[in-house]
């Protein structure tokens, strides 16, 4: 099947109201563009230089969010046009994030990343940590970004009820969050979870934004 048949039954597979983000990495820039020609005008990179570069080769009206890892002395490439940054896993990067949206007059929209997975290898917060960072947060002036979420990965593995759990335990924290910081404000009402192999699950538990790759381009080169 083609790009534009792939994005078309995804999407009629979703219920309304849950957004998709295409991961366009490592794709070039006709695939995406196949894409966009279907109507599709939200992407995804993992990777500030191909970001850049992907931002600079397409349409302007394609919205670009940064999902992989960021590093705090890279913020300043994406400031000028990211959509939303779905990997803020540490206070650092905030503060980052923060200075360089105030020099562009910009407020950036982020997700605080939980590490939710038994892997060692993924980014984020601890429970615990999100907590504290809020709490610590809530003094300080931040008025170049907007707290909008969380994001979490399940683990990689073909075990269904294990992904659920953490699937479950992430939308547990995000409502335990808003609640707790975010009840006057309004703003914090996206749960980005799910990828190719285990979009379904995560929307049954509560995602709202869904990171899909594969299953919109095809397997990916290696
Ligand atoms: C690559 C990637 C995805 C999409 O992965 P697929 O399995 O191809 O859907 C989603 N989120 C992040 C953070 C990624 O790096």
Request: glycine letters at 8%; aromatic letters at 6%.
């Amino acid at each position: 099947m083609g790009i534009a048949e792939n994005i078309m039954k995804l999407c009629k597979e979703l219920p309304p109201g849950v957004k998709v983000v295409a991961v366009s990495k490592m794709r070039a820039p006709e695939e995406v563009m196949q894409l966009y020609s279907a109507g599709h005008k939200i992407m995804g990179e993992n990777k500030v230089q191909e970001l850049v570069e992907k931002k600079e080769a397409l349409p302007d009206d394609i919205e670009w969010h940064m999902v992989g890892h960021l590093q705090t002395n890279k913020v300043k490439y994406i400031a000028p046009f990211v959509s939303l940054i779905h990997s803020v896993d540490s206070a650092r990067l905030i503060k980052t994030i923060n200075k360089e949206a105030n020099k562009n007059e910009r407020i950036i929209d982020c997700l605080l990343q939980v590490h939710i997975a038994k892997e060692e290898s993924k980014y984020g917060f601890s429970e615990e940590e999100i907590i504290s960072l809020l709490n610590s947060l809530s003094s300080e002036n931040l008025t170049g970004l907007s707290i909008r979420g969380l994001m979490g990965m399940a683990t990689f593995t073909g075990n269904d009820d294990l992904i659920r759990s953490e699937f479950r335990g992430l939308a547990r924290l995000f409502h335990q969050v808003k609640e707790s910081f975010f009840s006057k404000s309004g703003e914090f009402t996206e749960l980005s979870m799910g990828m190719s192999g285990d979009y379904r699950i995560a929307v049954e538990e509560g995602s709202t934004i869904v990171r899909i790759g594969s299953r919109i381009f095809g397997e990916r080169p290696v």
